[in-house]
């Protein structure tokens, strides 16, 4: 996977951060949503036309980056729910926590690629 396709998934997290449209979306929501591996159609859903996700969902560009993405954040939530705050400083915004576990699956590394 190209570490472009999360980093551009990192801004588009990041500028509905930003606009405080979307600080109600709690991290029970968020867990909620990885649990059911659909994170990505969950903020999509939740942030509309604030959030463009076409190419993580409706493109090929990197490849089948929906399927990757959500086994990696699955990967993450199954090793750390509940120590969020303690590890990433997060215990309120749940787009927050995306926003951290986005950019642990680029700390990882694991098969990404930088271009």
Known sequence: MKVTALTGLIL???KVID????NDISISEVH????????LRFMKEKCGKDI???IHLESRAYGDFEAYYE???NQIYNAYAGDERRK???ENL???LVLAWTNEIIQWGEGLQLS
């Open 88 to 90: 990433w400083g997060v």
């Open 71 to 73: 086994e990696k954040i």
């Open 94 to 96: 749940g787009l927050c």
């Open 19 to 22: 606009s405080g449209k979307y």
């Open 12 to 14: 588009q997290i990041n």
């Open 32 to 39: 909620s949503a990885i649990d059911s591996q659909r994170l």
């Open 52 to 54: 463009d996700l076409s």
